[in-house]
Nanobody, 126 residues
Framework: VQLQASGGGLVQAGDSLRLSCAAS????????MGWFRQSPGKEREFVAS????????SYGDSVKGRFTISRDNAKNTVYLQMDSVKPEDTAVYYC????????????????????WGQGTQVTVSS
């Protein structure tokens, strides 16, 4: 599956931003989807994931209560709504996909990801 992330940019602390990831090439509803991020000098970390049905979600501790992941299987798109952003949210955000037979599965580990998007830069100024 090909993944194209968009929506990144420069925002101020406390602002909101919505990232989108459009998928193509395979049946989108067969894939659990996720967002990961990576800052310079740091390892890629888990942000959020959503099951293929959209009924289950998982979040990294640093974004719980501020970020919301959702998906629209009719549009082959997954979203990441980022509210109350902080300077420490600055990173390149990567969309990710994992084929799953389990409708409730939400990937949280890098090694579980099969497909990655190209990344979109999010910069939060203080």
């Amino acid at each position: 599956v090909q993944l194209q992330a968009s929506g990144g940019g420069l925002v101020q602390a406390g602002d909101s931003l919505r990232l989108s990831c459009a998928a193509s090439g395979r049946t989108f509803s067969n894939y659990a989807m996720g967002w990961f991020r990576q800052s310079p000098g740091k390892e890629r970390e888990f942000v959020a994931s959503i099951s293929r049905s959209g009924g289950s979600t998982s979040y990294g501790d640093s974004v719980k209560g501020r970020f919301t992941i959702s998906r629209d299987n009719a549009k082959n798109t997954v979203y990441l709504q980022m509210d109350s952003v902080k300077p420490e949210d600055t990173a390149v955000y990567y969309c990710a996909a994992r084929y799953s037979l389990d409708r409730a599965y939400t990937p949280t580990q890098i090694y579980s990801i099969e497909f990655w998007g190209q990344g979109t830069q999010v910069t939060v100024s203080s």
